[in-house]
């Protein structure tokens, strides 16, 4: 239970059974932070860069959005999430998770569970709330985390963005086989 504690209640799966705190920095960890104080600009401009490259050869698939950046602001690109409408892509998030991986590609459904729908929260406060949350219950299910990186090919961006466009473009039989191996 300490070592789950110290990890936001998580012991593994990413579904917390109670609530706690993120206490796991090290001196390690804190040395390694005030060193990679030197690289930040040139990677966070990386990560933007990155970013442009995706939204670029993403935007004209259908079903497929972006977050919105505000004018003025930039953002580090920690993850670079996409929202997969299933009815206008094709794909549901999954399915399109699934193709991908068979493809040789790591994409993270992060954000799922919300955190009111997760263990830690649901029974004490998230089914109170639920209803309340439309947004986020719409959201959790569609949104992807593509492959982020700072010193990511470019060339491996076009091959994931290819992939995807391979995807929409072969919906109904990825969704077939997605469907057939979720059955076994």
Known sequence: MLRAGRDYGNDGDYNPYFSWLNARMSEFHAALAIESFNMLESNVSRRNAIAEKYVKGLSTLEGISFQAIKAGNRCTYKDFTILVDEEKFGLSRDSLAWYLSGEGVD??????????????????????????????????????????WSHMELGLIDSIVEMIHAAHETAEEIASGYLKESLS
């Open 107 to 148: 994409t993270r459904t992060y954000y799922d569970p919300p955190v009111h729908r997760t263990i830690a929260y649901w029974e004490r406060w998230g089914r109170s709330c639920d209803e309340y949350l439309p947004e986020t219950n719409r959201l959790f299910e569609g949104v992807l985390s593509l492959p982020m």
